[in-house]
């Protein structure tokens, strides 16, 4: 952060009573908060995927990302380069 934005923060915090400084504080720890439990989408999709019988990914298409379109809208396959 630069300290031009600190200064100006500290500044219009400064110009706060108490109970307002508390709010501040605790709408930064908040999002603190919602910042360090960030998930990556693999976190997100681990349990849908876990859920995905063995025998279902083994019929799944090598290809799949390739070919997405012809499994889902039936377009023309495309050649691996």
């Known amino acids: 952060m630069s300290t ?5 923060i500290q500044e219009n915090v400064r110009a706060l009573t108490d109970a307002e400084q508390q709010q501040v504080l605790e709408f930064v720890e908040e999002l603190r ?3 360090s439990h960030r998930k990556t989408i693999w976190e997100k999709l681990h349990p849908y995927l876990e859920s995905i019988p063995r025998e279902d990914l083994a019929e799944m298409p090598s290809d799949a990302s390739l070919n ?3 499994y889902l809208y039936g377009m023309p396959k495309k050649v691996n380069a």
């Open 4 to 8: 031009n934005l600190e200064n100006a």
């Open 33 to 35: 908060e919602k910042q």
């Open 68 to 70: 997405l379109d012809l």
